[in-house]
């Protein structure tokens, strides 16, 4: 029985230019452009005026976006299932604080001169689509473990 699962994840900025991006199922050029495009759609809608670390959802054929702006970071997933807008939300929730804990302040600039950091830590919460932890001590725990072994 599939319980469905996390599909997309992206970090881009309050301007749309994407910084981190990744997908779970494998998805065509269209559907990645379609994807995208519903993630622009809707923080096109909801974003503006909106206070810092407002959280929103929409929906995007059989599954559900979920964003997050945070400055001029604005994080957006879509899932399918149980990873509905309250999971999906807890995740971006869970990799925005292991980035505020490992980062400091998560900006365009000190996303791109930390993306390994940035990578491990969305690896650390999303495991191939899977939620996995939401605790920050788990998170910082996984890194450290990731890290020692280099």
């Known amino acids: 029985m599939d319980c469905g699962r996390i599909q997309c994840f992206l970090i881009a900025t309050a301007t749309g230019s994407v910084v981190y ?40 054929k059989a599954g559900t976006i979920a964003l997050r702006s945070e400055g001029d970071i604005v994080f957006y997933a879509l899932g399918t299932g149980e990873y509905d807008e309250l999971n999906l939300a807890e995740t971006i929730r869970a990799v925005s604080a292991g980035l505020r804990d490992t980062i400091r302040k998560p900006t365009e600039a000190t996303l791109f001169d930390n993306y390994g950091r940035v990578c491990m830590v969305i690896d650390e919460v999303i495991n191939e689509g899977i939620l996995e932890a939401t605790d920050r001590d788990a998170i910082q725990r996984g890194m450290k473990m990731k890290l020692s072994g280099e």
Do not use: N
């Open 21 to 60: 991006e990744r997908f779970y199922l494998r998805f065509s050029d269209v559907e990645k452009g379609d994807i995208r495009a519903a993630f622009q759609r809707a923080s096109e809608i909801v974003l503006p005026g909106a206070p810092d670390e407002s959280e929103f959802a929409d929906r995007y």
